[in-house]
């Protein structure tokens, strides 16, 4: 089953306690968060900067990832999925967060081999590039949960819901 979502993207300072004030906001609303990923922006940029010395191709100046890197260890890319997105942004703009929203996909798999694979050569077939996806499941489980961020959702839900069936 593949159902479109409302990801919930915040930037939090990178210090101890952002993520605790962040959930207990919506949590004492009684707001449950069921999938998340946290991005340390700095890792991303780090990976730029290699990529660059491999395939030497001039993106930026090494001053410039330089000043970027500094900037971005104060911050860290939370982006989650809630029981209530749209009381969620709501919340968390009255606690003085920006939020932002993106359209995902959601689904939850076989907890078995190949189904990533699956998925991913259905919307390959179809030209839709998977931008990220970040899912988690115990070793025992029997299910998991994925959330997709690609570049077409429409076609992306037709390539899914078509040969779902």
Request: proline letters at 2%.
């Amino acid at each position: 089953m593949f159902t479109r979502s409302i990801q919930l993207g915040v930037f939090l300072e990178n210090k101890p306690g952002e993520l605790s004030r962040l959930a207990r906001v919506l949590g004492d609303r009684g707001i449950n968060i069921t999938a998340m990923s946290i991005q340390d922006p700095t890792e991303y940029i780090q990976g730029l900067f290699k990529a660059r010395e491999v395939t030497t191709r001039r993106i930026a100046s090494t001053a410039s990832y330089g000043a970027v890197l500094k900037e971005a260890a104060l911050l860290t890319l939370i982006r989650f999925i809630t029981s209530e997105p749209e009381r969620s942004v709501e919340i968390l703009a009255q606690a003085g967060y920006t939020v932002n929203t993106e359209e995902v996909i959601l689904t939850v798999l076989d907890n078995r081999p190949g189904q990533l694979a699956s998925i991913s050569e259905k919307l390959a077939r179809r030209n839709v590039n998977i931008d990220y996806t970040y899912g988690s499941a115990l070793e025992e489980a029997k299910r998991a949960l994925f959330v997709f961020r690609v570049s077409d959702i429409d076609a992306a839900m037709k390539a899914l819901e078509n040969e779902a069936g």
